[in-house]
């Protein structure tokens, strides 16, 4: 019998920080392992690439997220609606 989603959680909970954070960086690559581009599109490479760099930059702390509060105020700043 495998395990039960439970008992992997407490698992993961009891581990420090640092050991918690490499496990989930794990798991989530697996998600990705197999996964194919349909033929031709090199477009979607290349977004893939990026994306995976980005999620990439978040999982390893390499930027920081900012809060929705503050990301929809930094885009209506950039992007002011114009009359209609």
């Known amino acids: 019998m495998g395990l039960e989603i439970a008992e ?27 996964y194919a581009a349909p033929e031709g599109t090199v477009a979607a490479d290349e977004w ?8 990439d930059d978040v999982v390893e702390g390499r930027v920081e997220l900012g809060t929705f509060a503050a990301t929809k105020a930094e885009f209506e700043r950039r ?6």
Do not use: C, F, N, Y
Request: charged fraction near 45%.
């Open 8 to 34: 992997v959680e407490r698992a993961l909970l009891a581990l420090d920080p640092e050991a918690r954070a490499e496990v989930i960086r794990r798991g989530l690559r697996s998600l990705d392992e197999g």
């Open 48 to 55: 893939r690439d990026e994306l995976k760099r980005r999620a």
């Open 79 to 84: 992007h002011p609606r114009t009359a209609q």
